[in-house]
């Protein structure tokens, strides 16, 4: 990866969640600087590998930073990670379709998207019940294996390169696509067996 | 965006596999001590398997084991995961058999389902079938067992011998299984 979010990305801390989100109730600034002390590498890379631009990256990593803020409280998000990631990744999205129109996106993302091309049942019908996916989605993956469903999540969620997951594995990369292969082949299967056009 | 119902449906994922994909893996220190362990496994039983005098035909091992009329069960091999426990008599999801072929000669292998996966050569793409091995092959067939009224045929022909396998549902031992199809 790219060097993503200078000032964003800070390291070191490992505040307990609890603490951060109890900073954020209390509408002390510091919550922020916690978070991003503790979450920053990570959100940084959600938002490079969909964005491929360390300047954007760092823009949406602090946005989502402030979209926590706004949103916490009323909530109080248990787990924090998944919740902070989502956020960077739909605004990381957002802000892609934004560039797409002006044709410059690229990184990560895009050629995660070009793979999951293939588990498209019907590319006529290019419309589909987001929420109906999701839900098929999370039930093909919880009936996987626990391998290739953290790797279909760290390439698809995370948008992380094959080599990154190949490091974190241990697996090589012809292995990691490999096993990505195979998964997206029975998730299409899957989708089809549930009578899902994406 | 292109495909933007999935990308939106990858973003709310459960917060349960979005935590999960970020805890450590197992390493695979073991794997080589593991993996010389196998092959000398599998190498011993092809070797067994070969001094036995056959009939015409290539020599099959399905799962390990050879292919004769007894039938041999497929089991999920979940590796402990709980949900992806034992097909049984329904899965969801195609289920990977993998057939050992063991010729001195040319092979054509046919399916009448499923997916054909060549292990170390094509192991990314299904093989276009019919496929035509010369020689030694280990394959993986992945077959949808969906439903229990399914039979699946995949025939090795060598010179006029042939040899069929046979996938489908044994009401008796209520599991999915794999054996020679003698009959014409």
């Given at each position: 990866m790219g060097p993503v979010c200078g000032a964003a990305l800070g390291k070191g801390s490992a505040m307990d969640d609890e603490r951060i989100l109890d900073l954020f109730w209390q509408r002390d600034e510091r919550a922020i600087a916690e978070t991003s002390a503790k979450y920053g590498a990570l959100c940084g890379k959600i938002a490079y590998g969909i964005l491929g631009d360390p300047q954007d990256s760092e823009e949406i990593v602090n946005l989502s930073y402030l979209r926590l803020w706004d949103a916490v409280p009323p909530k109080r998000p248990n787990p924090l990670p998944p919740f902070l990631a989502k956020i960077v990744r739909n605004l990381a999205l957002n802000r892609l379709k934004a560039e797409r129109t002006q044709k410059r996106f690229g990184g990560e993302f895009a050629l995660s998207l070009d793979e999951l091309d293939e588990c498209i049942p019907d590319k006529k019908n290019d419309r589909g019940n987001s929420e109906q996916i999701r839900d098929c989605l999370n039930t093909f993956l919880k009936a996987q294996k626990r391998e290739p469903r953290s790797i279909f999540v760290l390439r698809y969620f995370y948008c992380e390169s094959i080599e990154e997951i190949a490091r974190k594995t241990g697996f090589s990369e012809s292995k990691v696509k490999s096993v990505l292969f195979r998964t997206r082949n029975k998730l299409r299967l899957f989708l089809e067996s549930e009578g899902i056009s994406v | 965006m292109?495909?933007?119902?999935?990308?939106?449906?990858?973003?709310?994922?459960?917060?349960?596999l979005i935590e999960e994909a970020r805890e450590p893996f197992r390493r695979r220190i073991a794997a080589p001590v593991f993996g010389f362990c196998a092959a000398a496994v599998c190498a011993a039983a092809v070797g067994v398997f070969l001094l036995v005098p056959r009939s015409g035909g290539a020599d099959i091992l399905v799962m390990g084991q050879e292919l004769s009329d007894k039938p041999i069960a497929i089991c999920s091999d979940d590796g402990g995961d709980s949900?992806?426990?034992?097909?049984r008599a329904f899965a969801m999801l195609p289920t990977d058999i993998s057939v050992e072929i063991v010729s001195s000669g040319k092979t054509v292998v046919n399916v009448s389902g499923g997916e054909l996966y060549i292990v170390g050569e094509t192991e990314n793409l299904p093989a276009e079938c019919p496929l035509e091995l010369s020689g030694d092959a280990s394959l993986v067939w992945s077959v949808p067992l969906w439903a229990a009224g399914e039979e699946y045929e995949l025939t090795a022909q060598t010179g006029s011998d042939s040899r069929i396998l046979l996938v489908s549902f044994d009401e008796e031992m209520q599991e999915w299984t794999v054996k020679e199809n003698t009959q014409p």
């Open positions: - | 292109k495909h933007e119902a999935l990308v939106n449906a990858i973003t709310m994922l459960d917060d349960e949900a992806a426990v034992g097909i």
